[in-house]
């Protein structure tokens, strides 16, 4: 009876644990939401060009880019680029938490790739977030200086110039930097505690982290790999999948910290051979040296390599689906034995050299 009762109290100290941390980041992100809706597009990130906005697992492929609004009825006037992989829309509230998902594939386009998207009923302040996956190598500016869509309220009005102005250069650098600084700050009062079972050292597993804090893209999945130490040198070896319209769009593996979010190294897609079924090697080291010690070959490899400041080693892999199938459907309740097998030979195998 006492060991029920301490369990119960165990049981109901951790929900108020999580209600009260879910209580505070909602309440900050409302703060800083308003603050930045003062400029449209006032925070872009892109890992290619610059380490700006190294938060919430960002891949180094993408380019983002968010605004955030205080109108409950918009309109969106966009392009979508002609080669990508992925360009979506997405609106989240103050936990990270989706309200709303468009992409290319749900979105209606004219004959010059152009778009209108009317979003109604929003609950504000919100976050609008707009990923963009290109197939071919382009300037991040000339990117977002084209794709981005035009902000327009309910009354017809476009919210640039009229009543906001877009972010200067500079400020979109200032306020990526503030944003990153205040959003891992927040995102350490909630410790994740390392996980030292074996079986994740060398198994990918269905994520457990708290998704929805790390704005979530509504068509990928994630497995993570923990990692014992960062001095051990890691082959990933795979098969390519079968890309699709409908289907697999883009996968990619990161190096990340767990705790801090940030992105240590990417590859995606465009680092791999893209032929089915073609056998990829993606080494992961602290140094050059070490990968090269261990049989990586520059001329037909993929690399990773660690920062020095990352306390968590985590390795994510990353796939974008446009249909609910593979491991789309599955849950974190699923075994590592139920996703090997919902992976087939797709499944990545681990090793420690």
């Known amino acids: 009876m006492l060991v029920t009762l301490k369990r119960y109290a165990y049981m109901q100290l951790q929900q108020f644990i999580h209600y009260l941390y879910t209580s505070i980041i909602r309440a900050c992100f409302y ?42 009825d918009i309109f969106l006037v966009g392009e979508i680029p002609e080669h990508h992989h992925l360009y979506s829309i997405t609106i989240y509230d103050t936990y990270g938490q989706v309200l709303s998902y468009y992409d290319d594939l749900t979105i209606e386009l ?101 998704v929805s804090l790390y704005f979530p893209n509504t068509r990928a999945t994630y497995l993570m790999l923990h990692v014992h130490s960062k001095t051990d040198v890691i082959r990933i070896t795979g098969l ?30 465009s680092e791999i051979d893209k032929r089915h079924n073609a056998v990829y090697n993606i080494y992961i080291a602290s140094n050059h040296q070490a990968a090269y010690e261990k049989g990586y070959d520059k001329s037909k490899d993929a690399l990773m390599i660690w920062s020095e400041t990352t306390t968590y080693p985590v390795v994510v892999y990353r796939e974008i689906r446009m249909d609910k199938d593979g491991i789309h459907t599955l849950t974190q309740e699923n075994s590592i034995a139920y996703l090997k097998d919902t992976m087939g030979d797709y499944y990545p195998t681990v090793e420690i050299l």
């Open 31 to 72: 703060v800083l939401y308003s603050y930045y809706s003062k400029q449209l597009w006032s925070i872009c990130i892109d890992l290619k060009t610059n380490i700006l906005g190294n938060f919430a697992f960002p891949d180094s492929t993408a380019i983002y880019a968010i605004s955030f609004l205080s109108y409950t």
């Open 110 to 210: 004219n004959r010059d790739r152009k778009y209108m998207i009317e979003i109604n009923n929003l609950s504000i302040p919100y976050a609008c977030v707009i990923r963009i996956y290109p197939d071919e190598i382009k300037q991040p500016n000339f990117v977002l200086d084209t794709y981005l869509p035009i902000i327009i309220d309910s009354s017809g009005i476009c919210l640039a110039p009229c009543m906001k102005r877009i972010a200067t250069k500079q400020e979109c650098i200032q306020n990526t930097n503030q944003f990153t600084w205040l959003y891992k700050t927040l995102l350490g009062l909630k410790r994740i505690p390392r996980n030292n079972q074996e079986l994740l050292f060398t198994n990918f597993h269905i994520t457990k982290m708290p």
């Open 240 to 269: 390519v999948p079968k890309y699709d319209i409908r289907g697999i769009r883009y996968f990619s593996y990161m190096i990340c910290d767990g705790i801090t979010t940030v992105t240590d190294d990417c590859v995606g897609t």
